[in-house]
């Protein structure tokens, strides 16, 4: 199993020793935490919000990818700004990454809605351990990390500056529309030994549109495109939501999975009203991968902090869509 997943993490191993591919983790459910794809989002919702997110994809396979993000976002009081950090954990295989990104935002209202255009910059870190048994046993690649017995192949530990851009427009509760590009560089992390890692330059397109069928319940359908030009990944997901407390969802990712989603939010009453909201998406994988994993589960937690109590617009206070 070690040698097959070795194949799946590293892909490919270029003969000039640049390892290729999609570097950005993937989340199911995208809606809940759209800063970490796009810096445009930062404080367009007008509150003070965090969330967190946690992935175990691929469970019971043996090194599957593991993901973990925590977002934060706030509008700067008497500025027409936005601020907020990123910080991403994925680890899969042999493969650690550490993403850390400020983003700010300039934040425009246009019509109905808000506008955010926005940078962030930040750092990341590449380790790739020379842990793992090679894909052919007693056969040493010095461009593919791994040990086999008393021969060791190189391992990769580096950290170098990151940085993306993003435009985001939302009608809270009603619609919103996104795009952006992480890793703008596109550098090529270069270690110490034989191994280096090239970044990719991602470009993503999210957007959704809420519909009212009556005043308790409404559809979402909702789409995100992610692209390193080399290879693509679309979500099309359908969520409806029940007298704004409790949402279910289907997503299908092309040629990949079909997911479940179940959510609940509520919120507090007072001067600083709190809503919060937890979530929960199993994804049943249909890739070629199927006969080696039970599925993915994914689980995430929010909150958004009102300092001023608004009076409610016909579209309530739909956070989830924020």
């Known amino acids: 199993m070690r040698k097959l997943f070795t194949k799946v993490a590293i892909i490919i191993a270029s003969i000039n020793g640049i390892l290729v591919a999609q570097q950005d983790p993937q ?8 800063l970490i794809y796009n810096p445009g989002y930062a404080g367009t919702s007008g509150a003070i919000c965090g969330v967190g997110q946690f992935r175990q994809q691929w469970a019971s396979f043996e090194g599957a990818p593991q993901s973990i993000a925590f977002a934060f976002d706030m509008p700067l ?3 027409p700004l936005g601020v907020g950090l ?10 650690n990454t550490l993403f850390l990104r400020i983003p700010v935002s300039f934040n425009q209202t246009i019509g109905k809605g808000k ?9 990341l870190q590449k380790k790739i351990n020379n842990t793992w048994i090679t894909p052919e046993p007693g056969k040493i690649d010095p461009y593919i990390p791994g040990n086999y017995d008393a021969l060791s192949n190189p391992s990769l530990n580096k950290m170098t500056y ?29 270690g110490t030994d034989k191994i280096n890692f090239q970044m990719s330059r991602h470009y993503y397109l999210m957007t959704g549109f809420t519909f009212d069928i009556n005043p308790r319940n409404k559809i979402t359908p909702n789409v995100k495109i992610k692209s390193d030009v080399a290879a693509s990944a679309v979500d099309m997901n359908l969520t409806y939501m029940w007298d ?19 959510g609940y ?10 809503s919060y909201r937890v979530g929960y998406s199993y994804d049943l994988t249909m890739s070629k991968i199927k006969g080696y994993t039970s599925g993915t589960h994914e689980i995430i937690l929010g909150f958004c902090l009102n300092q001023k109590v608004k009076k409610l617009s016909a579209y309530g206070d739909d956070r989830f869509l924020n």
């Open 27 to 34: 989340f199911t459910q995208f809606t809940q935490n759209k």
């Open 77 to 79: 009081a008497g500025l």
């Open 86 to 95: 990123n910080v991403i954990s994925d680890k899969i295989g042999p493969m």
């Open 162 to 190: 990151d940085l993306g851009f993003g435009a985001f427009y939302q009608i809270p509760g009603k619609m919103y529309f996104g795009l952006s590009s992480s890793h703008l560089p596109a550098q090529i992390v270069k």
């Open 115 to 123: 506008l955010g255009i926005g940078l962030d910059v930040g750092f």
């Open 244 to 262: 704004n407390m409790i949402w279910a969802g289907l997503t299908y990712r092309l040629n990949d999975a079909t997911a479940l989603m179940l």
């Open 265 to 274: 939010q509520g919120k507090t009453n007072g001067a600083n009203q709190i």
